[in-house]
């Protein structure tokens, strides 16, 4: 029985990732479920955009009267 239901969930597994990717269901940065996508990349993405903040940060904005 174990055999059976581990041959099943893979299955399922496989024609459902085919259906979210062939149908574009997941978020482009989901990380999880996704073939060549791990916490590396999602981490990845994290600080590509916090250095794109802080490079674009104006400090002078954030003390302004106006």
């Not at 990717?21 to 479920?33: F, H, I, M, W």
């Not at 990845?44 to 002078?60: A, C, Q, R, T, Y």
């Amino acid at each position: 029985m174990s055999f059976l239901s581990k041959l099943i969930e893979r299955i399922v597994s496989k024609e459902l990732k085919k259906h979210l990717d062939g149908n574009n269901l997941l978020p482009v940065y989901q990380s999880g479920y996704k073939r060549h996508h791990s916490t590396k990349t999602a981490l990845l993405h994290v600080l590509s955009k916090l250095h794109e903040i802080i490079n674009n940060w104006k400090p002078n904005h954030l003390f302004s009267n106006s």
